[in-house]
């Protein structure tokens, strides 16, 4: 998975890489999807979500440019794959679920994993997650309508906002990032992710 799915499309920075081959992604599945586990494609987790395809796990994450010192915000916690292989890279993450029995599938996975630098919320994470803004990265893994303005709002200086954007039926990766008062926005690969049900996301599923 880590070469063929990774390294040849793109995925280069070594310290995401060492972090797929450090988190089994088996481990984020039920046991009857195992055998697919490190298959090229998203997987359901119950609940209508899903855990994201590995290759988009991975371009969100480089496009983050996590660092050691980080601490950063995940908007849809999902199956808890995203946040453990974060955990890898960053001092703190930070992730929202909107749905409390997947929240709850993921801590037990963080606590079967010794996973300890991952702070859980269960809430409408389109609005963030203000107790401990501001971050150094927020990273959605779920669709927007449009870049949320509560998570521009909390986002640190220097920080990076990765986000899809779009319809329900397809988004775009958006980037944003902040230097002092300034925001830039760049796009990035095509993408669909299911929707980011909230205030500042789609009214319901
Ligand atoms: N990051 C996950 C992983 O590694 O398995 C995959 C996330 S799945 C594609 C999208 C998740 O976003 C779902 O679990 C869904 O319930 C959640 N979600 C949707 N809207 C949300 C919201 N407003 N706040 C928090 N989570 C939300």
């Given amino acids: ?12 920075d070594q310290a995401v890489l060492d972090a797929f081959l450090k988190i089994r992604r088996h481990e984020f599945v039920e046991s009857a999807l195992a055998a697919q586990a490190y298959s090229d494609r998203a997987l359901p987790i119950g609940h209508g979500q899903t855990i994201s395809q590995p290759y988009m796990v991975g371009i969100m994450t480089q496009t983050l440019e996590p660092r050691p010192s980080d601490r950063v915000l995940e908007i849809g916690t999902g199956s808890g794959y995203q946040a453990a292989i974060l955990s890898e890279l960053v001092h703190t993450v930070f992730t929202v679920e909107r749905l409390a029995p997947l929240a709850k599938r993921a801590q037990e996975v963080y606590a079967r994993l010794e996973i300890t630098n991952v702070l859980q919320h269960v809430g409408d994470g389109s609005l963030g997650w203000k107790t401990y803004a501001p971050y150094d990265g927020i990273i959605v893994t779920a669709a927007a309508p449009r870049v949320p303005p509560s998570l521009v709002d909390q986002l640190a200086d220097g920080g990076r906002l990765v986000v899809p954007t779009g319809s329900r039926g397809g988004q775009i990766l958006s980037i944003i ?3 002092g008062d300034r925001f830039h926005e760049r796009t990035d690969v095509p993408c669909v992710f ?3 049900v909230g205030e500042e996301g789609w009214k319901g599923d």
């Fill in 177 to 179: 990032t902040r230097e």
């Fill in 194 to 196: 299911v929707p980011l």
């Fill in 1 to 12: 998975m880590t070469e063929q799915q990774l390294r040849a499309r793109g995925i280069r």
